[in-house]
């Protein structure tokens, strides 16, 4: 028998980071609204009174670009710095914009015969676990993450601020989640309250309704609370943040492997978002058709080239039917062009914000997650 610990964090929509990843997709997301097939690539520094903007669009002419210091200060005050900082108002917050025109070369790359908009890889995954096959440590961080959100949106816990952390360790035994054996959590407070007064009330509310009881044994978990002390200074005044450097907490929380390339800010034409997203559909489909019980894909482009320059399916041992029937019910079933991509998954639509905090998988209400390919796999695979 073996046995271990794994552990995954996620981090609240007011983490600086995230506040990066949610201007960048909301600027994505108000370019697509005028023209669906505009091409975005918009990176965003946020700290302490200043927002940087920077990036590309291209396939819209200037006057018809959005305006960005509006969506810059809506999108901050709808996270929830709402005034309550003068170091980060967003009636205040100079908002510096350096948007330029997307590279032409970069353009004719893409546009012919609709391309792979860059060169890369990208995995995909799932795992026969947790709701949503999804891994169990990143799962309830996000959803504790979210259960953080919620109860300060709300006011059930009126002295939280918007900026947190979660963390959760899971024991496994021979490959399966037997116990939730730890739990951080890191959340951002008025100061008027001290974290020792405040941490067994977070519990009950944050924690305790997120925490399924099958996976918490007599004696645990053992529940960590702010370790550094006081959290009254949070957001981007106290960590600037940068869109894309929370690309494990957008995935899989560690459990599986990542490309490296970031998601926010970019439309579907960079398969660094849109050929992850459509692996993800992918693994979750296979396993769901019971394929295998842990199932990874990885993908590869070259710029200018609708065809992935390569497929790869591995199982971890897992599988219920040879490896290779697998790849070939892969290349049957899915297209992985990225026009087929962005076809199939509804990828030219405004909608991108949504993603930008808790994950872009194991949420039932994006398109990627549906299992809607099942049946078909069934079918190739003979199952």
């Given amino acids: 028998m073996s046995s271990w610990s794994f552990t995954s964090e996620s981090v609240t929509e007011g983490h600086p980071d995230k506040v990066a990843d949610a201007i960048s997709d909301s600027i994505l997301d108000a370019t697509l609204a005028v023209d669906p097939h505009a091409k975005v690539a918009c990176e965003v ?65 893409v546009d012919r015969e609709a391309g792979a908009g860059d060169q890369g890889l990208m995995f995909g995954f799932a795992v026969n676990e947790a709701d949503e096959y999804m891994p169990l440590p990143i799962y309830l961080a996000h959803r ?42 890191s959340c951002h407070h008025t100061d008027d309250v001290r974290s020792s007064d405040i941490r067994q009330e977070v519990f009950d ?31 981007p005044v106290a960590d600037t943040g940068l869109t894309g450097r929370k690309i494990i907490v957008d995935t899989y929380g560690g459990y599986a492997r990542h490309g490296g390339g970031a998601f926010s800010g970019k439309d579907a034409t960079k398969v660094d978002r849109s050929a ?48 290779e029937r697998i790849e070939a019910a892969v290349a049957e079933v899915f297209d992985f062009r990225p026009s087929a991509i962005i076809e199939a998954l509804d990828l030219r639509s405004p909608g991108f914000a949504r993603t930008a905090a808790y994950g872009h998988f194991g ?21």
Avoid: C
């Avoid at 946020?46 to 999108?75: M, Q, S």
């Avoid at 205040?92 to 032409?104: D, K, M, P």
């Avoid at 559909?281 to 390569?310: C, H, M, R, T």
């Fill in 205 to 235: 509310v944050v924690v305790a309704p997120v925490i399924p009881d099958e996976w918490l044994p007599d004696g645990l978990p053992e529940f960590v609370f702010n370790p550094s002390g006081q959290f009254t200074i949070g957001g």
């Fill in 45 to 109: 520094l946020v700290t302490k009174n200043l927002a940087v903007i920077a990036g590309e669009i291209g396939g819209l002419p200037h006057d018809e670009w959005p305006d960005v210091e509006a969506i810059v200060r809506e999108t901050v005050r709808n996270i929830g710095y709402d005034g309550f900082d003068p170091d980060f108002d967003p009636s205040t917050l100079e908002v510096l914009n350096r948007i330029n025109q997307q590279s032409a070369d970069i353009a004719q790359g």
């Fill in 363 to 383: 949420r039932p209400e994006f398109r990627w997650e549906s299992l809607d390919r099942v049946d078909a796999i069934k079918s190739e695979l003979g199952l």
């Fill in 276 to 323: 992850a997203y459509a692996a993800r559909w992918a693994a979750k489909n296979l396993v769901a058709a019971g394929a295998a019980a842990k199932l990874e894909i990885q993908l590869s482009y070259a710029i200018g080239d609708p065809e992935p320059f390569s497929t790869h399916v591995e199982t971890f041992g897992t599988e219920t039917v040879n490896r």
């Fill in 144 to 185: 504790m993450a979210e259960r953080l959100a919620e109860v300060r949106r709300t006011g059930k816990l009126e002295y939280l601020r918007p900026d947190g952390k979660t963390q959760v360790r899971v024991r496994y035994v021979d490959g399966r989640p037997v116990a939730v054996e730890k739990i951080l959590i």
